[in-house]
């Protein structure tokens, strides 16, 4: 794995390398144009340009003044990260391997249907938290990723793909690492995506999925403005939970299950809950019967998402009538559960399958 792993080399770094302006917030980018002594709305034009327009050279952005675009790009970058990989699915989905200022290496997804656009970005640099199901897990966690490099992988993906500026697109924060686990950050790019002088994205585009932070998830619903919540259950027992998801022995089920309860569902709103059926472990009956005991009286709908097979994880996915049988328990119980099949499976960019790890990543074969 070539990742640099510390906060060192990355601080280290930072001070040889201009400072990208990607996760600069407006009013972060007009204080910044105050302090050099320009007016607060060239930080509105510069936030334009970058995010609106998607220009990644101070010297293009030709309604400033020529001395504040060469001093820009004297001290800033605007930069993408460096594309290392890519591979396609048969259904479309892309996979991308894109590599950080420091050397570390994120995937991002790229995922078209029919009417709509997602991307799956990641928020860390590997994942402490070592669910057993998750390919991204074995890397262990690297760092966590800064609003900037966030948000370039979402410009990244949006440019590679030749997506017009004004086609609305969906982010889903479901890629490497736990988003709640790097709050501020996952936050200030959420705010810049959602801001209407950028991307101007709803809310409703954006879905956080985490696997059961719940002290983030009560800080996120502290939070007005914030993205759909997302919660990655899996199992119904706090034995098995705490078994295949080890953040289950911090915040064990009925602790989630409250928290989830007292998140402060907007109006139309519901909590999307993510349930991963493995084989002989989270499929039968009496799984359908207790999950459907949690999910009572809450603002919950539940994707149920068959395993996706991932090189030397200890897990397999379910037939496809065991997989209806579960769903159709759920049904009958009054439960909205519907089966999502994961795209992007052929390239390892389906649910759990991101890992950049030369040896465990088949898309590597495809570069
Ligand atoms: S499922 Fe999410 S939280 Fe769990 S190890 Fe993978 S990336 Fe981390």
Redesign the pocket.
């Known amino acids: 794995m070539r990742v640099v792993d510390s906060h060192m080399s990355l601080s280290r770094l930072n001070r040889i390398q201009p400072t990208s302006l990607l996760g600069t917030s407006r009013t972060s980018l007009s204080l910044l144009l105050n302090r050099r002594g320009e007016s607060s709305y060239r930080g509105d034009q510069i936030f334009r340009w970058i995010h609106e327009r998607r220009e990644a050279d101070f010297q293009a952005m030709s309604d400033l003044p020529a001395s504040l675009r060469a001093s820009l790009a004297r001290d800033y970058t605007v930069a993408r990260p460096q594309v290392a990989g890519r591979s396609q699915a048969g259904d479309g989905t892309s996979k991308w391997v894109l590599r950080l200022a420091d050397g570390a290496e994120i995937e991002t997804v790229f995922i078209p249907y029919a009417h709509r656009l997602t991307l799956c970005v990641s928020s860390q640099v590997g994942?402490a938290?070592?669910?057993t199901?998750?390919a991204?897990?074995a890397m262990g966690r690297v760092r966590d990723l800064t609003a900037a490099e966030i948000i370039g992988q979402v410009l990244t993906l949006l440019e590679g793909h030749e997506v017009a500026p004004d086609r609305r697109f969906n982010i889903v924060f479901m890629g490497?690492?736990?988003p709640l686990d790097n709050f501020d950050e996952v936050m200030t790019a959420f705010d810049i995506l959602t801001d209407p002088l950028g991307a101007g994205l709803s809310w409703r585009r954006i879905t956080l999925s985490t696997?059961g932070h719940v002290d983030g998830i009560r800080r996120l619903g502290a939070r007005q403005h914030r993205p759909r919540l997302a919660v990655?259950l899996n199992a119904t027992t706090d034995l098995l939970r705490g078994r295949i998801?080890p953040?289950n022995k911090k915040w064990p089920l009925a602790v989630l299950r409250q928290a989830m309860a007292d998140f402060p569902v907007r109006p139309g709103e519901r909590i999307t809950c993510e349930y991963v059926l493995m084989a002989g472990e989270t499929d039968d009956c009496e799984d359908a019967r207790r999950l459907a005991r949690f999910l009572h009286g809450l603002p919950a709908r539940l994707n149920l998402i068959p395993w996706n097979p991932s090189p030397g994880l200890p897990h397999a996915r379910p037939d496809d009538a065991t997989i209806e049988r579960f769903r159709d328990a759920l049904l009958r119980r009054g439960l909205d559960a519907s089966i999502r099949f994961s795209r992007g499976g052929e390239a390892a960019a389906a649910c759990?399958q991101l890992v950049t790890s030369r040896d465990a990543s088949p898309w590597r074969q495809h570069s």
């Open positions: 994942c938290f070592g669910c199901f998750c991204t897990a490497m690492g736990e696997v990655s998801m953040i759990g």
